[in-house]
């Protein structure tokens, strides 16, 4: 007897006319690791303590080396208050720009969030967000990660998909050799190879070149890619191949930086 298997939160409700398809150019595990990994703040939906009510709230974001949302949240804000109650959530992870926001791509990441102490996840929020270590030490707050049930994404009109965890979130098998020296590499790249960074980002991911005062910074490295930030901006880098190793990891980045310096200004 073949066990049923209940359907992925979030998922599409089939009403599609049968000979819909989704556009060619679309590449949906492409479109939802780029905006998981890129958007820095989205919109988290907790079930309300006391009626069961969907409550939203605006939190920075960050994600773990496997891509899994990282919040830092305050025991004093009512949807910490919800999480520790019911750890059930979603967070809608929204492109901006011109025109109507519908037209820009959004990612719903569905799923739990449980409180966890792992100084790596602090470390790569804070790296993120350095203003939050104006108060991330403070005893009310703590970091969070979601445990990821499922992603929607919806790119646009026509441009939507239901994905499961592991189409989009990072494979770290095999790959504890590249977290243990993630800190160490994050921490010299930034300190001997900036100019690198700043083609990374202008030449491979068509950022602007912008204040050279406020220099672009990789803030996280995983077996898929880079994460790079520049004050308000941020953007993914993402590696030709899976790279589980410091060696590899070496090879890789000046393989990028070949690529970036060969590119037109």
Do not use: C
């Not at 004093?76 to 999480?83: G, R």
């Amino acid at each position: 007897m073949t066990d049923i298997q209940p359907p992925r939160p979030g998922v599409m409700p089939g009403r599609l006319p049968e000979n819909a398809k989704l556009p060619e150019d679309f590449d949906p595990v492409a479109e939802a690791r780029r905006r998981l990994r890129a958007t820095r703040a989205g919109a988290l939906a907790t079930n309300d303590r006391n009626t069961g009510h969907p409550f939203g709230s605006l939190v920075n974001v960050a994600t773990a080396a496997d891509g899994a949302p990282v919040i830092l949240v305050s025991r004093l804000s009512t949807h910490t208050a919800n999480l520790e109650r019911d750890g059930r959530s979603s967070i809608l992870l929204a492109a901006t720009g011109k025109g109507d926001p519908l037209a820009h791509p959004r990612l719903t990441v569905l799923g739990s969030f449980v409180r966890d102490d792992d100084p790596a996840l602090r470390r790569r929020y804070l790296a993120r967000h350095p203003k939050a270590e104006l108060y991330a030490g403070l005893p009310d707050f703590s970091v969070w990660r979601m445990m990821v049930a499922a992603f929607h994404l919806n790119g646009g009109f026509a441009r939507a998909a239901d994905l499961a965890p592991e189409d989009v979130l990072t494979d770290l098998s095999g790959a504890g050799e590249l977290l243990e020296t993630e800190e160490s590499a994050v921490a010299h790249m930034n300190q001997d190879h900036a100019e690198a960074v700043r083609l990374y980002a202008t030449r491979l991911a068509g950022a602007p070149e912008g204040n050279p005062e406020a220099p672009w910074r990789v803030t996280g490295l995983d077996p898929d890619g880079l994460d790079l930030a520049r004050g308000d901006l941020t953007l993914r880098v993402p590696f030709p191949e899976r790279v589980t190793t410091a060696a590899a990891l070496r090879a890789m980045l000046k393989r990028l930086a070949d690529a970036a310096r060969a590119a037109p200004g």
